[in-house]
């Protein structure tokens, strides 16, 4: 069974572009979760998506972020413009059920490295 | 939510058994005690939950105090792949949803 990937896996660009990341979840699951961490700093949330709906997005910086989740399977991280503060790793994550349940245990991908020069 | 607090960093020597501690004394009656680790450069990996109960499997087995306060990660026969930052955390329930609050982790290294 394929995990959860994401693309690409390295990123650089100057501040003011912009960036996409995309993540692929484990087939089946409803939960996508979108988590980074910045330098020196801790892995935090930012998203939570349950099929195409955005449950919970309470950990997403700022309005220069977009994420989307088209059809309920892929999604998008979407940074514009992109600033020197949102270089770190961004990682996605899957899971099968979501709710209440103590045993769905979310599986990460390897990450996107991102650097804004 | 309830806060974690674990030490910055542990030693082991390979194939010893590893014990990573971890407090969280303001934990709910309802929250999980989850633990993931994060091997360099790739994403976190999930090792083992509880509520109360010890709990085993393949790769780690868990401990967690009797009022809850407290709990500990064991790896009975540590090897160098094992190296890698363990992060203990309390599950959140939020809107349904299920994130994760990662603090700052112990930082394992096994060697020979």
């Known amino acids: 069974e394929a995990g959860v990937t994401q693309f690409p896996s390295h990123s650089v660009i100057e501040k003011g572009q912009t960036v996409t990341l995309r993540c692929d979840p484990i087939?089946?699951?409803?939960?996508l979760y979108w988590y980074r961490r910045v330098m020196g700093k801790e892995i935090k949330f930012l998203l939570h998506?349950?099929?195409?709906?955005?449950?919970?997005e309470s950990g997403m910086p700022n309005n220069r972020f977009l994420a989307e989740r088209t059809g309920g399977t892929y999604s998008t991280l979407k940074v514009q413009p992109a600033e020197l503060e949102d270089s770190g790793v961004y990682f996605c994550?899957?899971?099968?059920?979501?709710?209440?349940?103590?045993?769905?245990?979310?599986?990460f991908g390897p990450g996107t490295r991102l650097t804004v020069l | 939510d309830a806060k974690t607090t674990q030490p910055t960093s542990m030693d082991c020597a390979e194939g010893r058994a590893a014990n990573l501690p971890c407090n969280h004394s303001?934990?709910?009656?309802?929250?999980?005690v989850y633990w993931y680790r994060q091997i360099h450069s790739q994403g976190p990996q999930y090792i083992i939950h509880?509520?109360?109960n010890n709990e085993t499997n393949e790769m780690a087995s868990l401990i967690i105090t009797e009022d809850r306060k407290s709990s500990t990660l064991i790896l009975p026969h540590a090897t160098l792949r094992d190296t890698a930052v363990y992060y203990c955390?309390?599950?959140?329930?939020?809107?349904?949803?299920?994130?994760?609050?990662f603090g700052t982790g112990t930082q394992l290294k096994v060697e020979l």
């Open positions: 994550a899957s899971s099968q059920g979501g709710g209440r349940g103590p045993r769905n245990e979310q599986f």
């Open positions: 087939s089946g699951h409803d939960n």
């Open positions: 998506f349950v099929k195409e709906s955005k449950q919970d």
């Open positions: 303001t934990i709910s009656g309802n929250e999980y």
């Open positions: 509880g509520l109360k």
């Open positions: 955390i309390v599950r959140v329930l939020q809107g349904g949803g299920n994130k994760l609050t």
